[in-house]
Each structure stands twice: as C-alpha cells, then as structure tokens.
C-alpha cells in the first residue's frame, strides 16, 4: 500500500523559507512523477511542482524561482524547497504521485493536472504572515 507522508510545514514571516519532505513507502517507485500540490483558504487545490523518474521538472509560474522541487531517490523523500515566501503561498501543501508507466499528456506539455495523480498525502500546512 502506497503512503505518502508530508512534514516540514510551519508558520513563518514573508520572505522566509521552509522545506517541505514527503516520505514515500509501501512499493518501489520505477515509473513515476512526484508532485507538490497546494490549496490556499477558500482556493481550488492547484499544482506547485512536480519531478518524473527521467528528472524532468515543471513549477507553476508563481513558483517564479522561488521554489525548488528534488528527490532523495536513496531514502525515497521528495523535498521543496521554499524562500522568499509570500503570504500567498498559505496553504496546505500536498506530495502527490502517479505510479503509471507512462506519463500523461498534461505532464508532457508541462502541465501539473490534479487528476493525473492517485496517490496522495494528507498534507502539510503552510502559514506566511505579514
């Protein structure tokens, strides 16, 4: 049975920084992508970043360098790292994964499309103060 298990959120001032990790368990991930979801207070969940097995990436444009998103392939944790945070980042932060072989038409056109993953954490919450 697939777990995702997301840690590292907090309370922070803007323009401070937090990593987030997600811990992976309960089978090998050959084939995958690895996502980061956030949904804000009274906001639709929406994709922040995601990472595949061949290394490619995709951040949100609001991400705007802020964010880094990386892998222990070792430990099986996904990490993103966060600076210069905003009080619009608020929210809770999700580790998402699809297990599939192949990669949806979505991720290929650079696209992080909630329906695309079926394994999902319970989250992490993020709080930017003023």
């Known amino acids: 049975q697939v777990q995702l298990v997301e840690s590292g959120g907090g309370s922070v001032r803007a323009g401070g920084s937090l990593t987030l990790s997600c811990a992976t368990s309960?089978?090998?991930?050959?084939?995958?992508?690895m996502a980061w979801f956030r949904q804000g207070p009274g906001k639709e969940r929406e994709g922040v970043a995601g990472?595949?097995?061949?290394?490619?990436?995709v951040y949100a444009d609001f991400v705007k360098g802020r964010f880094t998103i990386s892998q222990d392939n070792i430990k099986n944790i996904l990490y993103l790292q966060m600076s210069n945070l905003e009080p619009e980042d608020s929210g809770m932060y999700y580790c998402?994964?699809?297990?599939?072989?192949?990669?949806?038409?979505?991720?290929?056109?650079?696209?992080?499309?909630?329906?695309?993953?079926?394994?999902w954490g319970r989250g992490t919450q993020v709080t930017v103060s003023p």
């Open positions: 998402a994964a699809d297990l599939t072989p192949t990669r949806t038409p979505s991720w290929e056109s650079g696209m992080l499309s909630e329906p695309d993953f079926g394994y």
């Open positions: 309960g089978r090998y991930f050959y084939d995958y992508c």
């Open positions: 990472i595949d097995n061949d290394g490619k990436i």
